[in-house]
């Protein structure tokens, strides 16, 4: 069906260290990806995305990896920041129609 | 400020009530999402719409319906409402669709009900 998954609900990670978070997706035919920052408080706000015609992209201190074998994404935050803190998303979207499906979240916590 | 403006951010309200939620995108967006996210839940998908005609839909409750107006506002309604209903609703636009263009989308700040 329709699911996006994460491995860990809650990932806590030392400032200055790199943090990486996992998802799973179950649907094969997803064929574009997206994360997303949720923030106490706000909205969720778009980090990156990625194609399924890509297995890496990088932008500002964050990268995300695609394993379609595996149907498995990653986001990696070089450096983690205080202001990193928040919940992050992948979501999905299958080229065929317009649904962008989100995960259930992970909560970032930067240990000081 | 994502640009896309929601109301009211919080309301309060009975079981069996109607509410109507708005959101305005950013301008020159044409496309609208609605979403609802329950306490420590992910963004569940309720139903999208592109310049007034709806395009994708989720697992909308049948007591959910939506549109969106020739100026680009659109309207979540929720009715015969239930405890179960309480929770954080979202709005976002986006210039383009997620198909042809981009997911990239920009969120509201939220329409939180409680049901009472």
């Known amino acids: 069906g329709e699911s996006v998954g994460l491995h860990l609900p809650t990932l806590s990670v030392q400032e200055g260290d790199n943090s990486i978070i996992n998802c799973a997706y179950s649907?094969?035919?997803?064929?574009?990806f997206i994360w997303y920052k949720q923030e106490s408080g706000k909205g969720p706000q778009f980090i990156i995305d990625?194609?399924?015609?890509?297995d890496k992209r990088q932008g500002q201190r964050v990268t995300v990896l695609l394993n379609k074998t595996v149907k498995h994404l990653s986001l990696q935050i070089a450096a983690t920041q205080p202001g990193d803190s928040a919940v992050y998303f992948c979501?999905?979207?299958?080229?065929?129609?317009?649904?962008?499906?989100f995960g259930k979240g992970t909560r970032l916590h930067i240990l000081p | 400020d994502s640009g896309v403006t929601q109301t009211p951010k919080h309301l309060i309200t009975a079981t069996g009530q109607r509410v109507t939620l708005r959101c305005s995108p950013r301008?020159?967006?044409?496309?609208v999402y609605w979403y609802q996210q329950s306490l420590d839940q992910g963004l569940q998908f309720l139903i999208q719409?592109?310049?007034?005609?709806?395009?994708a839909k989720g697992n909308i409750l049948e007591r959910f319906s939506a549109q969106q107006f020739p100026d680009l506002h659109s309207e979540l309604n929720l009715s015969s409402l239930e405890l179960g209903d309480s929770a954080l609703y979202f709005c976002?636009?986006?210039?383009?669709?997620?198909?042809?263009?981009?997911?990239?989308?920009?969120f509201g700040e939220g329409s939180r009900l409680t049901v009472l």
């Open positions: 976002a636009s986006s210039v383009a669709l997620a198909s042809t263009g981009t997911g990239e989308l920009f």
């Open positions: 649907n094969s035919a997803s064929d574009y």
């Open positions: 990625i194609r399924s015609n890509m």
């Open positions: 979501a999905e979207n299958m080229n065929r129609d317009d649904k962008i499906i």
């Open positions: 301008s020159g967006d044409l496309s």
């Open positions: 719409y592109y310049n007034g005609e709806e395009r």
